[in-house]
């Protein structure tokens, strides 16, 4: 087992391509994608920036190092203009080879 972090972004669909190449420069070696996410923000309604637009989750395995890296350039570059949300969970994961 390796001791890793779990990086969850759940933004607006239209940043998808966007982030997911960030992701990538910043160091992360891949990602899942979830489409179509839902909920419900701190003031009891969801976010509508595009009435017609939808949430995409992105999830990622990476070293705390590249955890921190892309939670900082998120926070600098998104959060003050789009629906973003960001946060990091510890995770033990088989296959370290992969993520190394």
Do not use: C, W
Not at 12 to 18: Q, V, W, Y
Not at 34 to 40: H, N
Request: aromatic share 8%; hydrophobic share 45%.
């Amino acid at each position: 087992m390796t001791k890793l972090k779990l990086v969850t972004i759940i933004a607006e669909a239209i940043l998808e391509d966007r982030l997911v190449r960030e992701l990538r420069r910043l160091g992360a070696r891949g990602y899942t994608v979830t489409g179509v996410v839902r909920g419900e923000g701190a003031h009891g309604s969801p976010v509508i920036v595009d009435p017609g637009g939808q949430n995409v989750r992105i999830e990622t395995l990476v070293s705390a190092e590249i955890a921190s890296r892309i939670g900082a350039y998120i926070a600098d570059h998104y959060f003050s203009d789009y629906a973003v949300i960001i946060y990091v969970l510890e995770a033990e994961v088989l296959r370290s080879d992969k993520y190394l």
